[in-house]
């Protein structure tokens, strides 16, 4: 099978790389890909943003699968695009359409899919500019601390946690009257405060049956100890301790099969991944948001752990014939430690030449940020710039050999977490 994947992030490498392996690939594209997926796929230079030209590439090159990686292109509607082409509709095709990317691409709208299929969420509501004298008197109302949603996409910058009703009623002020998130902030979701852990649990659905993807727990914040401010992920751990099997079956009955079910009662067609962002409360599951794409960094600790050839998984999706497919999964755990730009998630340089990345030799190196330099150098692009996975037997194994590979590469500004799993490994005690 020819493969196309579009997205560019570590992600994107990483699925890659799992598609590779499939003795069933031929041809794989990355649209527009990185310095890591040149190694594996072509990257013909192509904004996979203009539907024509990259019809016209599908068409050409006789593409039978496409994997979309971010949200934005599926918010935005690549999937009722290719739908609306008779020569497009053979292509196999893994991604929601516009409707069923509205999980992620409207918290309001999720929230109220949520409560119309009593899926357990925290207690919210949500206000228009012209709603300002409510949203403020709820907040007025209500208790703290309280959490302030944009409701659209806003490149995971539109949550704000609210410690004071002060901080809540500037959030709101940003939002709705000084559009800080532009349209994202059309509307806005106040919401409950849920204390627990995180933990984020991976489907893979075409639309009527569903597989589970091992869990994952991501780290956000930019430092040590979860201090400073939050980035896209900064390293990432699965499994996690806590979601264990009477969790797991939790979030089955009360999420997982009330959120399939409601897509089919609401009519709406969803072949493609589903990642829940949960809180574990006290042992009870909430779903703090819906994403319809893989997370990054997770993909780069739950893609590794899963044994099954993926064209055949995705396939099976893409064509709706998950039923009765079951994934298989090593009892290893895998660790993801990313290496970002100094800087980031604030202003960066880009261009500096990453080196060492030859004496890595027991960890998979996934590229996000990186692309070639000067006499085929690997240089700096992003914020978020490699991410380094490593397995063992558990998890403390799994912390010391990527910790280990990860002092062999170096830039000017490196910086990354020291702390990744290390709440996890306290835990497990
Ligand atoms: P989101 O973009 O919805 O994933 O939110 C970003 C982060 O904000 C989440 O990963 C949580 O850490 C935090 N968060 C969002 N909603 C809540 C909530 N209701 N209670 C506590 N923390 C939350
Ligand atoms: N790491 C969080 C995300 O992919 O949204």
């Not at 980035?231 to 079956?249: C, E, L, Q, R, W």
């Amino acid at each position: 099978m020819n493969v196309l994947i579009i997205g560019s992030g570590g992600r994107e490498h990483t699925l890659a790389w799992k598609i590779r392996q499939s003795p069933q690939c031929e041809r794989l594209y990355v649209l527009p890909g990185n310095a890591g997926t040149t190694s594996i796929a072509e990257n013909p230079g192509l904004d996979p943003s203009d539907y024509d030209q990259l019809r016209d590439f599908i068409l050409r090159n006789k593409v039978d699968l496409v994997v979309v990686g971010p949200e934005a292109p599926l918010v935005d509607g690549i999937r009722d695009y290719f739908n609306s082409d008779a020569r497009l509709r053979r292509v196999l095709f893994i991604g929601p359409g516009r409707e069923g990317a509205m999980l992620e691409g409207s918290k309001d709208f999720a929230k109220q899919f949520m409560n119309r299929h009593r899926i357990p969420t925290a207690a919210s509501a949500t206000f228009t500019p012209a709603q300002y004298n409510d949203a403020i008197q709820r907040i007025q109302q209500g208790s703290t601390p309280v959490v302030v949603k944009a409701d659209g996409l806003a490149a995971g910058k539109g949550v704000i946690i609210c410690e004071t009703r002060e901080e809540a009623e500037k959030a709101i002020i940003d939002i709705l009257l000084k559009n800080q998130f532009g349209e994202a902030g059309n509307k806005v979701v106040i919401e409950e405060f849920l204390e627990g852990i995180e933990v984020s649990v991976f489907l893979l659905t075409d639309g009527r049956n569903y597989v589970v993807f091992p869990e994952a727990k991501d780290y956000k914040r930019i430092g040590d100890n979860d201090t400073g401010p939050n980035t896209g992920g900064m390293g990432s751990v699965s499994p996690v301790i806590f979601a264990d099997p009477s969790f797991m079956k939790k979030v089955e009955e009360r999420i997982i099969k009330p959120t399939i079910e409601g897509l089919k009662e609401e009519k709406i067609d969803f072949t493609g991944f589903i990642f829940l962002g949960l809180m574990n409360v006290s042992g009870d599951p909430y779903v703090i948001e819906y994403n319809v794409r893989m997370g990054d960094p997770e993909s780069q600790v739950v893609i590794p752990r899963i044994n099954n050839d993926f064209i055949d998984l995705l396939a099976a999706a893409a064509k709706g014939r998950l039923e009765g497919y079951k994934v298989d999964v090593t009892g290893k755990t895998a660790v993801t430690v990313v290496l970002a730009s100094g800087g980031y998630p604030g202003s960066y340089e880009k261009g500096k030449v990453i080196l060492g990345l030859d004496k890595v030799k027991k960890t998979i190196v996934f590229h996000a940020g990186t692309g070639t330099g000067q006499d085929d150098s690997i240089i700096t692009r992003g914020g978020r710039v490699l991410a380094v996975t490593g397995m063992g037997e558990n998890l403390k194994e799994a912390l010391e050999l990527t910790y280990s590979e990860v002092k062999n590469i170096h830039w000017e500004g490196m910086q990354y977490r020291k702390d990744i799993g290390r709440d996890l490994l306290e835990l497990e005690k």
